[in-house]
């Protein structure tokens, strides 16, 4: 899912969620390497592309590159259409009989309302630009972890609820990174599954603050992995490497469930 749009407004879906979460894509040539190794090396990056290309293959693959589905979030009706680098993605809500349908299409965007398209402000159109993109990019992780404007390091391998995982470590440029470049992620990958189980990070607008989350109610539809996550909160500067052991401890406090509902495939 992701474009440099995505990168530039995805802080403003997670202050409209409640800081609920966040997260970003990487390059395929992005340099890997683990916190405690202090020059990147081939070998690492070799590390970090390939869990990265194992992760993506395993929640869909070449499928994600022709998907067309459709499913609920908070009351709002989401859609995404991918035909290759085409791309068209849709919300659409109704309230007290007026219904409301934002499209972005290959990075153009556009609201009807009622079916008659209406103008926004610059400031309105980018937070609606913002908010789509964000619930589609989380929706269907980890399909733009090889975007181009972030880099990825291998961290470490390690063990949660006797389960292990690599750890992979998610910045950005600032370049192309967007006003929230700053802002890090972990992901933790089953070593089995190859599946995204868990992912941090941490933010700086609003004061800042430190989220963990953790997958539930994982599905395949039609050969697309589908997940849920419980979002919880970390005390602030809290290092991400840290938050499994204090997740297993029940020292993390709930903040909300991030829910993707009936789930349909278009296509079919």
């Not at 009807?112 to 630009?129: D, H, M, R, Y």
């Amino acid at each position: 899912m992701k474009t440099t749009q995505t990168l530039l407004f995805i802080t403003l879906f997670f202050s409209l969620i409640a800081c609920d979460s966040k997260e970003k894509s990487t390059a395929q040539q992005t340099a890997a390497v683990s916190e405690t190794t202090p020059k990147e090396t081939p070998k690492t990056a070799d590390k970090a592309s390939q869990i990265i290309q194992e992760t993506i293959k395993a929640h869909g693959g070449e499928l994600y590159d022709q998907a067309n589905y459709q499913f609920v979030f908070r009351d709002k009706e989401y859609s995404f259409k991918n035909d290759g680098k085409n791309y068209t993605y849709t919300v659409k809500s109704t309230k007290d009989g007026t219904t409301t349908e934002d499209i972005l299409e290959n990075g153009a965007f556009s609201r009807q309302v009622n079916k008659k398209p209406i103008e926004l402000t610059e400031k309105k159109k980018n937070s609606a630009i913002g908010s789509v993109n964000s619930v589609i990019y989380f929706a269907t992780l980890p399909h733009k972890l090889n975007d181009a404007a972030v880099n990825k390091k291998f961290v470490e391998e390690t063990t949660i609820k006797g389960q292990k995982y690599d750890v992979l470590k998610v910045t950005f440029n600032e370049e192309g990174g967007g006003e929230d470049h700053d802002d890090e992620y972990h992901y933790w990958i089953n070593q089995n599954t190859k599946k995204i189980d868990y992912l941090a990070y941490n933010y700086q607008v609003n004061g800042g603050g430190v989220r963990f989350r953790s997958a539930y109610n994982t599905r395949v539809v039609d050969g697309i992995t589908f997940q849920d996550y419980i979002n919880y909160k970390a005390e602030l500067e809290t290092p991400l490497k840290e938050l499994p052991a204090l997740y297993e401890k029940g020292s993390l406090k709930e903040l909300s469930r991030i829910e993707t509902e009936k789930v349909i495939n278009l296509k079919k």
